[in-house]
């Protein structure tokens, strides 16, 4: 049973039938609960549990791989997580220049979730009494901050020199209310990072908190902190199979299992999703021999990007198992719509290399909303962006086609606020039978051509209008960047209909066509294994790597378009090529100031090279 069930919706319907979504909406609970750091005795635990629900559903060979987490370089440019669990961290701000004043509040991070920053500094022992001191804006970081407690408005925090500066200026921590996410009648604390080598510790607060701190500050205020850290956990990675043919390839799903608590949509939705998809395909083929399938499915939970970079690491060596025929990775998948605000959404896989992933997927997660139409909620396709571990498949040393599943712009993400109620159980429902339907479908033999064949023509009709509408709404198709687009679909479109017929990869490479012949010097990687953006920004100089960190924390997207840019330096394609053709990847027109800097940033690292 294979493609020829893409033509109608008998797949999904019986795997809507089969969820266990009581179990699933269980395991969202029962996940949010640790916090779970990359390398933690949190993440360590929620490991555990989802490595027995893995063989509760019916998965072979599930273990838990354990990996050092001191730092160092372990996978291509890839480091390791650095061991952090907060076993305490306390606040107390007081009224005046002592600590026998009036209490103005305390925050405990056992109570409050997201109060501590991550990978904050231990204090002494008993903790630390320190002067508030504010830092606004662009104001430098002055003397005052020896030995004190720095009040930071949002302004100063979103300067990416700012830990740096407090460091170097003698400051024992920071508070700020920058990262806080919800309503002025329900605010929720947000996420602060600092550098996993940070000798500062942080809390967050929200804004009524961060008023009276400042206003402490402004009265020569004092705060107690006390932050206790465990730095003994290893880095968790749990995997599992569904098993097939060894011989065939593999299908992969992923979840990354690491968030601080409760990150239910993020990322206890997307482990639970794949918990309750492994159940449902493992009892569909108990129930019904005509499941069974042809290549193996395998599941992983780890680490964002770290666990995966240690999956392919390991896989692509001599020996170790090799890499699969394709990915879908679950990414915030159950959040309530009508609270969180964000349609489903399919990410495609960048248009470098021509495959009928995102057709099949959009087809079945198409089918999922149809046949579930009695519950509010809307899903829609978007152009590769990067910002998960499906990115990792995308650089041309892995090349594998990857799909991801998310809600990318939930209001409550990296919050408090991310709690099990904001998760749905409709959604989860549609995540699970989406990614199973998928699953089933890529993983089973006999493909039925006519079948394959018309879900892809209606797909490539579909997308071909669409880039029409873009046209006329961004000036017409009479503009150079909208026939260049209109033709770079077209061109793609044959690629694909030829996959779908039975021709080879190669000859689906030269439909898609190469575009205009280079003019310019050729751009090249210089670069081992999948692309890291966090290495290759770390080897700017501070001055540019301040200047990009700004433009990221102001825009997340300019990230996927550096990250877009870096992919397709092939040494054939020149600067421009690359740069109109992650213009026609992400469906818009780039700003070009905008993109010069990045894409000189990129040469200025020497992760590219002309020439």
């Not at 004190?148 to 200026?169: H, K, M, N, W, Y």
């Not at 990792?392 to 109620?421: E, I, T």
Request: glycine letters at 10%.
């Amino acid at each position: 049973m294979g493609y020829s069930q893409i033509s109608d919706d008998s797949l999904v319907r019986r795997l809507l039938r089969s969820v266990p979504i009581d179990a699933v909406m269980d395991h969202v609970e029962q996940v949010s609960a640790h916090d779970r750091y990359q390398a933690s005795l949190g993440l360590e635990r929620a490991a555990q549990l989802v490595a027995e629900s893995a063989a509760a559903a019916g998965l072979a060979d599930v273990g838990v791989r354990r990996y050092p987490a001191d730092g160092e370089p372990q996978w291509w440019t890839f480091r390791a997580p650095v061991s952090w669990t907060p076993l305490d961290a306390r606040l107390t701000v007081f009224a005046g220049p002592g600590p026998d004043t009036a209490v103005v509040f305390r925050t405990d991070h056992a109570e409050q979730p997201f109060a501590v920053a991550t990978y904050s500094a231990a204090t002494p022992e008993g903790g630390a009494v320190a002067r508030l001191v504010p830092v606004r804006g662009n104001d430098p970081v002055g003397a005052a901050v020896a030995g004190a407690i720095a009040v930071v408005d949002r302004a100063a925090f979103v300067r990416g020199s700012l830990p740096a500066e407090l460091t170097a200026a003698g400051a024992l921590g920071l508070l700020t209310d920058a990262p806080w996410k919800g309503s002025a009648a329900a605010p929720y604390v947000g996420r602060i990072e600092l550098p996993p080598d940070s000798a500062l510790f942080g809390f967050s607060l929200t804004p009524e908190r961060f008023r009276q701190a400042s206003a402490a500050a402004q009265r020569g205020a004092v705060a107690h902190a006390e932050v206790t850290v465990d730095r003994t956990a290893a880095m968790p990675l749990v995997s599992g199979v569904l098993p097939g043919d060894d011989d065939a390839g593999e299908i992969w799903l992923t979840a990354h299992l690491c968030h601080p608590r409760p990150g239910s949509n993020d990322n206890a939705s997307g482990v639970a999703a794949l918990l309750g998809i492994a159940d449902t395909l493992a009892r569909l083929r108990r129930a019904d021999a005509r499941y069974g399938v042809r290549r193996p499915i395998r599941f992983f939970w780890g680490a964002e990007f770290l666990g995966n970079a240690a999956v392919l690491h390991g896989r692509s060596q001599p020996g170790g198992g090799g890499l699969p025929q394709a990915l879908i990775n679950l990414d915030m998948v159950g959040e309530d719509q009508a609270l969180c605000r964000s349609p489903f959404v399919v990410e495609r896989p960048p248009e470098t290399t021509p495959t009928l992933l995102a057709p099949l997927a959009e087809h079945v997660v198409e089918q999922v909303f149809t046949a579930t139409a009695d519950s509010p909620g809307t899903w829609q396709p978007s152009p590769f962006l990067g910002f998960s571990d499906h990115a990792l498949y995308a650089d041309p040393s892995v090349d594998r086609p990857a799909v991801q599943f998310c809600h990318p712009a939930d209001r409550f993400n990296h919050s408090a606020g991310d709690s099990p109620d904001k998760v749905s159980a409709v959604e989860m429902t549609r995540s699970c039978v989406a990614g199973a339907a998928l699953a089933h479908l890529l993983a089973s033999d006999g493909p039925d051509p006519a079948a394959r064949s018309a879900v892809v023509e209606r797909w490539c009709r579909t997308e071909q209008e669409a880039v029409a509408r873009l046209a006329r709404d961004s000036g017409g198709a009479d503009d150079g960047w909208s026939r260049g687009l209109m033709d770079h679909v077209a061109r793609r479109a044959a690629a694909l209909r030829a996959l779908a017929a039975g021709a080879p990869a190669a000859e689906a490479r030269l439909l898609a066509g190469p575009g205009p012949a280079a003019a310019g010097p050729p751009v090249r990687r210089n670069w081992p294994g999948p692309l890291n953006l966090r290495a290759m920004l770390g080897q700017l100089p501070v001055t540019t790597r301040t200047v990009l960190g700004g433009m990221i924390a102001d825009d997340k997207h300019h990230l996927s378009v550096l990250f877009n840019l870096a992919i397709r330096a092939d040494g054939a394609r020149d600067r421009e090529r690359i740069v109109t053709e992650t213009s026609y990847g992400l469906r818009r027109p780039l700003d070009p100031a905008t993109t010069d800097r990045l894409f000189d940033a990129l040469l200025e690292s020497g992760w590219l090279t002309e020439g």
